[in-house]
């Protein structure tokens, strides 16, 4: 199993591009997530899934979109991108909620110029 | 409000020599602690879940506790290798997001 797996693993971005980035997981989990890690913030949730079809917000959701079309994909776009989305950003899944655990993938380091 | 505070914010360390690293909460009703391990430019690696005060769970040199308050993270006799940022998370109240710290680097050298 490749567990989590994220497309890119870095992309540079000028102010004003979209992007989407892709999250792909093979454990058939039914929650899947979207965060953002930044220096000295800790990681923060953007959106994240209950299950195919659906999508919610959760701290930080501006300038994002997010959509989970398949079971298996989870989709962070990016509408206009701005330099305060600089930041590496992490997907992960679970079997369910709370407590079940959540594994993450390798991160997509993002830079906006 | 729901909050996650790690300390140190940086751990140095000989090899060998065993310390704590400590994670303190605040949220209502505790369904689940939980440890991270993050290596430099990867992602997350799970450790373990603790799901009620007075728990305790172990791997290899590692041993994860906790109370009502907080928990502890204790390195038994380091090596090189178990350099990395550790992270502590508890689920918000919704039960859906987990809400992280901002981790403890540990660096430990021989």
């Known amino acids: 199993n490749a567990g989590v797996t994220q497309t890119p693993k870095f992309r540079v971005l000028k102010t004003g591009q979209s992007m989407t980035l892709l999250c792909a997981q093979d454990m058939n989990h039914e929650y899947m997530y979207w965060y953002r890690q930044d220096p000295g913030m800790g990681l923060r949730l953007i959106h994240y899934s209950v299950g195919e079809g659906t999508t919610a917000k959760g701290e930080v959701p501006d300038g994002y979109n997010v959509s989970r079309l398949k079971k298996q994909n989870f989709l962070l776009g990016l509408e206009s991108a701005a330099p305060s989305q600089t930041s590496v950003y992490f997907c992960a899944s679970s079997y369910g909620p709370t407590p079940e655990t959540q594994y993450f993938g390798p991160g997509t380091r993002l830079l906006v110029l | 409000e729901d909050q996650v505070t790690q300390s140190p914010e940086a751990l140095r360390l000989q090899e060998g020599e065993s310390s704590s690293l400590n994670c303190s909460y605040t949220?209502?009703?505790?369904?689940?602690l939980f440890w991270y391990r993050q290596d430099p430019g990867k992602g997350p690696e799970f450790l373990f879940t603790l799901y009620s005060a007075g728990e305790e769970k172990e791997k290899e040199r590692l041993k994860a506790t906790l109370t009502k308050k907080e928990s502890f993270l204790h390195i038994t006799a380091p090596k090189p290798e178990d350099s990395a940022t550790y992270l502590c998370a508890v689920h918000d109240q919704a039960g859906t997001a987990l809400i992280f710290g901002k981790g403890t680097t540990l660096s430990v050298s021989s």
């Open positions: 949220v209502s009703g505790l369904r689940g």
